[in-house]
């Protein structure tokens, strides 16, 4: 099991980024949350095999097809053992 903090830049709010984030978290069996952040960018926070996170992370780097990600960056955190992927409300 593995943590990441992840941060994806771009136009990556309003074109229900988070929503199918959560869908495709659903499909690789990865927990966390996916927030919007103040200045435009999509917080998450995943937790999963290193191999389903980064499948996870490939997609982050694609988005929906309304959104363009312009940058994903992404950090080793500590595991918070998540029971399931929640888009949070700010």
Not at 4 to 27: C, E, H, M, P, Y
Not at 61 to 71: K, L, W
Not at 74 to 84: A, D, P
């Amino acid at each position: 099991m593995k943590h990441l903090n992840i941060t994806v830049q771009g136009k990556v709010q309003g074109v229900f980024f988070r929503a199918s984030t959560k869908a495709v978290a659903d499909q690789l069996g990865v927990r966390g949350i996916a927030r919007n952040e103040g200045n435009g960018d999509v917080y998450i926070e995943a937790e999963a095999e290193p191999a389903m996170l980064e499948m996870f992370l490939e997609w982050c780097n694609e988005g929906p097809e309304r959104a363009r990600v312009t940058s994903v960056n992404s950090e080793e955190g500590e595991i918070k053992n998540y029971r399931n992927f929640e888009v949070v409300k700010r």
